[in-house]
């Protein structure tokens, strides 16, 4: 069974302050695709990343950053200087062979000025 | 603007009733994906249709049911309605078949109350 916990329901930060999203997942298969997703107060859902599971290397756009670590079956997700722009939900989600996208419950990221 | 476009973005309906969801992949776009999001449950799959075939099912009550049509646009019909039924119902697309290894693109959801 596959399975993604997002322990962090809620954080809030105060502008500048850089802020890490934890993604635990859960899978028996070698071979498997990690996302991030953005659910602004708009509500649209966003893409932002998607690693599989054979590229441990971490990742970084802009202000966002992605560390992967098989070892700790961990996805984690860090936004340095953090804007109020970035106040959404964050989603987690994983695939494997033969089934759809499974999502994280979510972090509710709030950044205050 | 992902280019998935989803009907109604608001609707409001009473118990037991029926309703109809409509979505419009991304051109090109072959899978077409429904989500159910509510506050409770999070984002829940509820099925795949890949180029007309139903090819995946998920969390969907029998109560659902979804269809995929030659034009590639696709429709989550939602009958005898609970209050629980109210949520954002997404739908998404992607050009993969199976194994979903690419991004899925979003619609804006369509935000369904059951009073």
């Known amino acids: 069974a596959q399975k993604v916990t997002q322990a962090q329901t809620e954080i809030s930060v105060v502008e500048k302050e850089d802020v890490t999203l934890d993604c635990v997942y859960e899978?028996?298969?070698?071979?498997?695709?990690l996302f991030w997703y953005k659910q602004p107060p708009s509500g649209e859902l966003v893409f932002l990343i998607r690693r599989n599971s054979f590229d441990e290397q971490n990742e970084i756009s802009g202000r966002y950053s992605w560390n992967f670590q098989k070892s700790t079956s961990s996805f984690n997700f860090t936004i340095t200087a953090s804007q109020v722009v970035d106040s959404a939900v964050y989603f987690c989600a994983l695939n494997q062979a033969g089934t759809a996208l499974i999502f994280g419950k979510g972090t509710t990221l709030s950044v205050s000025s | 603007d992902s280019g998935v476009t989803q009907t109604p973005k608001h609707l409001i309906t009473a118990t037991g009733q029926r309703v109809t969801l409509r979505c419009s992949p991304r051109s090109g776009d072959l899978s077409v994906y429904w989500y159910q999001q509510s506050l409770d449950q999070g984002l829940q799959f509820l099925i795949q249709y890949y180029n007309g075939e139903e090819r995946a099912k998920g969390n969907i009550l029998e109560r659902f049911s979804a269809q995929q049509f030659p034009d590639l646009h696709s429709e989550l019909n939602l009958s005898s309605l609970e209050l629980g039924d109210s949520a954002l119902y997404f739908c998404?697309?992607?050009?993969?078949?199976?194994?979903?290894?690419?991004?899925?693109?979003f619609g804006e959801g369509s935000r369904l109350t059951v009073l």
């Open positions: 899978t028996r298969d070698t071979t498997y695709y």
């Open positions: 998404a697309s992607s050009v993969e078949r199976g194994l979903n290894t690419g991004e899925l693109f």
